[in-house]
C-alpha cells in the first residue's frame, strides 16, 4: 500500500524556519522523482519545490528560492522541505508527491500557518 504521510507542519511567525518531512512507503522510492506542492486557501496547488530520483537536481518556485531547500534520503525514504524567511504568504497545506512516468502519489497534506 502506497503511502506518504507528511509531518512538521504548525504555527509560526513571520521570519521563523520550519522542517517539513514526508515518509514514503509501499512503492520503489528511490525511482521517483519527489516534490512539495502547497495550496492556500481560495488559491490552486503550486508546486513549490522538486528533486530527482538520485537526488542529483533540484528546482524550486520562484517565490520560495533562496528560502527553502528540499533534499532526500533514499535510505531512510524521506523527503525533506527546510523552510526559512517564512512570510505570511507562504499559509498553505504542503503536499508531498511522488512522480514516475506516468505514477502520481500524493499525501495528505500538513498544515502551514505564518502568523504573527
Known amino acids: 500500500q502506497v503511502q506518504l504521510a507528511e509531518s512538521g507542519g504548525g504555527l509560526v511567525q513571520p521570519g521563523g524556519s520550519l522542517r517539513l518531512s514526508c515518509a514514503a512507503s509501499?512503492?520503489?522510492?528511490?525511482?521517483?522523482?519527489m516534490r512539495w506542492y502547497r495550496q492556500a486557501p481560495g488559491k490552486e496547488r503550486e508546486l513549490v519545490a522538486g528533486?530527482?530520483?538520485?537526488?542529483?537536481?533540484?528546482n524550486y518556485a520562484d517565490s520560495v528560492k533562496g528560502r527553502f531547500t528540499v533534499s532526500r534520503d533514499n535510505v531512510k525514504n524521506t523527503v525533506s522541505l527546510q523552510m526559512k524567511s517564512l512570510r505570511p504568504e507562504d499559509t498553505a497545506v504542503y503536499y508531498c508527491?511522488?512522480?514516475?512516468?506516468?505514477?502520481?502519489?500524493w499525501g495528505k497534506g500538513t498544515l502551514v500557518t505564518v502568523s504573527s
Open positions: 528533486i530527482t530520483s538520485a537526488g542529483g537536481s533540484a
Open positions: 509501499g512503492f520503489s522510492f528511490r525511482q521517483y522523482d
Open positions: 508527491n511522488a512522480g514516475r512516468r506516468s505514477l502520481m502519489y
